[in-house]
């Protein structure tokens, strides 16, 4: 799958501070996955759960009631997002053997915001021992925002499509070339999939090539995997450190933004991505 390369400068900043599918995944010429139609009372513009403030999660009820599986949970969540946007959530969400999925909650008018947390104890959605819990618990958070305009969504991705840049092309696999790059100490390296655009960013010169090595993971995976089909998509990668949370998976559906944000490692960001066009 051939794909596309675009990152708003707020997304760039971001990572400073802190798919290959050559065949399935010209998802540029995918149909839209349908979206999940909002109920009457999710449609209202205003409209948030009752007994806390608009922006923040409920309390929850008490642990006896937690949601078992991690579909059941998905599943629970989904109904408790008060929102507007059509919402689309992953079909499942890659949970260590032995532990427990829970989420916790933020949504208004024109987005929504789910953190997903793996924990030793079953643990209901929204309760406040999520407020809790270590980093380490946090298995990645995901975003949609509505906007006016589908000119002002795809300004949020900003898809810009890799090009030589007078280096010799790295060979990541499946057909797939890369680019690389450098400036004001950092390492770049940039390829498309369909309508999805990756780049690797390592800061500093890395005793290895660890960019590469990175993208060709990513390659490799998406071989077998396919990412939503957006109208355009970009994939924003921690070169140095592929299990920091410095990793971002982000598109464009019409005029709503996806995003996937802080996952514990640049592979989980694209389990959950891929989880998205599961059956």
């Known amino acids: 799958m051939k794909r596309p390369y675009i990152l708003s400068t707020a997304l760039v900043l971001s990572l400073t501070a802190g798919c290959s599918q050559t065949n399935a995944v010209d998802q540029g010429t995918s149909s839209k996955s349908p979206k999940q139609k909002s ?7 205003s409209e948030v759960s009752p007994g806390f403030a608009e922006g923040e999660p409920a309390p929850g009820p008490e642990p006896s009631s937690a949601p078992s599986s991690p579909e059941q949970v998905i599943n629970e969540t989904s109904k ?8 689309t959530l992953p079909k499942t969400m ?5 532990l427990h999925l829970t989420s ?41 925002t509505e906007y006016k305009t589908e000119q002002e969504a795809a300004d949020r991705v900003s898809y810009q499509k890799a090009a030589s840049t007078g280096n010799p092309p790295i060979d ?21 999939e369909g309508r999805w655009s990756f780049i690797s960013k390592a800061l500093n010169k890395p005793e290895k090539d660890s960019n590469k090595e990175l993208a060709v993971k990513v390659v490799n995976f998406l071989e077998k995997q396919m990412l939503p089909p957006p109208d355009k998509g970009a994939v924003l990668l921690d070169g140095n450190n592929p299990y920091s949370r410095n990793n971002l998976v982000v598109w464009q559906d019409g005029n709503i933004v ?13 389990e959950i991505a891929v989880a998205y066009n599961k059956d």
Do not use: C
Request: positive net charge.
């Open 258 to 270: 996806y995003e996937i944000e802080q996952a514990n490692g640049a592979m989980t960001a694209l």
């Open 94 to 98: 890659p949970v260590s053997k032995g």
């Open 104 to 144: 916790k909650i933020k949504s208004d008018a024109n987005s929504y915001e789910i953190t997903f947390y793996q924990t030793e104890k079953p643990i209901p959605i929204n309760n406040s021992k999520l407020n809790t819990l270590s980093s380490d618990s946090k298995i990645a958070t995901i975003k949609a």
């Open 172 to 192: 990541l696999g499946h057909g797939i070339k890369g680019y690389s790059d450098a400036g004001a100490g950092s390492i770049f390296l940039h390829w498309n």
């Open 39 to 45: 109920s009457p009372e999710t449609a209202q513009a």
């Open 80 to 87: 408790l997002l008060k929102t507007r946007v059509p919402f």
